[in-house]
């Protein structure tokens, strides 16, 4: 197998049908240790689950890569049982040789084309928290933000904003809609709502405490304990308790939506601070701790229900596939599904500021984040976290305006359990297209496609086109193929060695000629790679049935 090959056979999506045990050895073995035994390690790699996580549509098992033993970063297996009979492997396995340096370390680093050996350190600067793997020598082999940024039982009753004065209003930011140094006046505060949301109740007392959070101090400036002796509670903006009244209910709101929609496994109790991080201008989700925390620099963070929204998603998605936003486009991506569930939240209540997200707190300090961009995929890219979040958000939001919130929340809150690091828009828009296949029964593929055709993610006609040169290779009926009623064609614009595999990496045969012809009733649902190799050029395809 050559270099280009194996690298697009290991960032491929495998879907296959459970095998078969062939002895008593291996049908004592379970399903899913069979699965691992049809993958091809890597030299001395071996493979120890991780992480175990449940969807309404399968058991999500992650395995990270230990080569002699230890770990590398960021790199593994999940298989994704679904509960259908059939499966998915996800390979983001690294051949990089060993390093012929014998450094100490406990974790090895794909580096210059090599895993090299190194020590994890935290540098807890309280700005700028972050995480490195330094290699003995010293030299900094990599580094990754502690912190996600936006930029960064009773019923109670609770004043709280509907999702933020400038939302609920429908008026743009500026007269009695200023933050005035969380200065309050009659404007603003009549746009607070009297809601009702669950607490919990205990010697004549009520604490903000539920099952998706509870509030502590964890970060200046300090904040004395928050309880109340009364079940209906107002407070103005102007004083420090509305926070936690905001955020209180917002959260609990999102997090019974989540749990309705099936994905009550990624709603684990969240520690929040309110008022954090001395009061600079940055809210955060921090995994290790299960944290987040809300600055108060330019307008409160906890003041604007988007900004709660958004942070709130960070932990959504790292509970269903952690430790892996690695990668530019992976980063932007995960801003962006967090803006849109934001945005998407926000306009179940009204529509009066559809094309920006935090539309209250992105005004004195910084502009918000639009969902409204026509940049196009991938020569429009701005290879940045934050400059191409909204690239990944607006398609995400045009597909939410065909099928409904609903719809297209579900298939985000599934599509978090195959995120990878150093996926790409394209590979995750066509795994979005998957699970709609698969789970949804392809009920959603028009307006998805459409909508990731107009950003570039996938191309328009053909279901797969591949540039070669000044000529194109195209993949003809994936559709029709994969439902079982049309042949499927690969065509290239002069002969080509064909190879298709199974998702185990079984050959199944070898052509060449300029047409490759695939008839449905040959193949057993699941999904196949096919290369194409073009003067000595590799192309891998993914192949549906």
């Known amino acids: 197998m050559t270099y280009v090959h194996r690298i697009l056979l290991v960032i491929s999506l495998f879907i296959s049908v459970a095998t078969t045990a062939q002895s008593n050895v291996f049908q004592a073995q379970s399903p899913v240790q069979q699965i691992l035994n049809t993958i091809a390690l890597p030299e001395h790699t071996t493979l120890r689950q991780s992480y175990l996580v449940e969807s309404p549509f399968a058991s999500h098992y992650t395995f990270v890569q230990l080569v002699d033993g230890k770990v590398v970063n960021n790199h593994g297996v999940t298989v994704h049982m679904k509960k259908n009979g059939t499966h998915v492997v996800q390979s983001f396995l690294s051949y990089a040789p060993l390093s012929n340096t014998h450094y100490q370390g406990d974790h090895l680093i794909p580096y210059n084309g090599e895993l090299q050996a190194a020590h994890r350190i935290e540098v807890l600067d309280e700005r700028h928290p972050i995480i490195q793997w330094v290699r003995e020598d010293g030299h900094v082999l990599f580094e990754k933000d502690i912190q996600k940024y936006i930029k960064r039982d009773t019923s109670i009753f609770v004043k709280v904003f509907m ?83 905001n955020v209180y209910y917002h959260i609990n709101t999102l997090g019974e939506y989540v749990n309705r929609l099936g994905y009550d496994d990624l709603t684990d109790t969240l520690v929040v601070d309110v008022h954090a991080f001395n009061n600079l201008d940055n809210s955060s989700y921090t995994p290790s701790s299960h944290l987040l925390q809300f600055g108060e620099g330019g307008i409160d963070d906890a003041e604007d ?10 932990s959504l998605s790292e509970l269903a596939s952690p430790d892996n936003t690695v990668g530019i486009e992976r980063e932007a991506m995960e801003e962006g599904s967090c803006d849109y569930f934001a945005k998407a939240y926000s306009r179940s209540i009204n529509d009066n500021t559809p094309d920006k997200v935090f539309s209250w707190d992105g005004n004195e300090t910084w502009s918000g984040i639009p969902l409204n961009t026509n940049r196009v995929y991938p020569q429009d890219l701005k290879r940045s976290k934050d400059g191409d979040r909204d690239m990944w958000s607006s398609a995400l939001m045009c597909a939410h305006d065909f099928i409904g919130r609903e719809a297209m929340d579900s298939l985000l809150l599934e599509h978090f359990y195959y995120q990878g690091p150093n996926t790409t828009m394209a590979q995750m828009a066509q795994v979005i297209l998957d699970i ?41 009926d994936q559709l029709g193929f994969a439902r079982g009623y049309a042949e499927l064609k690969v065509v290239t614009p002069k002969d080509a060695l064909f190879t298709l595999y199974t998702a185990s990496g079984q050959k199944l045969l070898s052509v060449i000629n300029n047409t490759l012809s695939l008839s449905p009733t040959d193949f057993n649902t699941g999904l196949y790679l096919v290369t194409v190799e073009i003067d000595g050029e590799f192309y891998s395809l993914k192949i549906i049935r």
């Open 163 to 245: 999702v933020n004065p400038i939302n609920s209003s429908g008026k743009p930011y500026g007269g009695d809609f200023i933050d005035a140094d969380d200065q309050t006046n009659s404007t603003l505060d009549s746009q607070l709502v009297w809601k009702e949301v669950l607490a919990k109740f205990d010697n004549d007392s009520f604490f903000l405490e539920s099952e998706f959070l509870y509030f502590e101090d964890v970060s200046l400036p300090v904040d004395t304990f928050y309880y109340a002796t009364k079940d209906s509670l107002m407070y103005t903006r102007d004083i420090d308790a509305f926070e936690y009244l």
């Open 305 to 314: 229900g988007e900004v709660v929204v958004h942070e709130f998603t960070h």
């Open 436 to 476: 709609d296949s698969m789970d949804f029964d392809g009920r959603y593929y028009s307006p998805l496609k459409q909508c990731f055709v107009d950003a570039g993610f996938v191309q328009r006609g053909a279901n797969v086109k591949t540039i070669h040169g000044q000529e194109e290779i195209y993949v003809l």
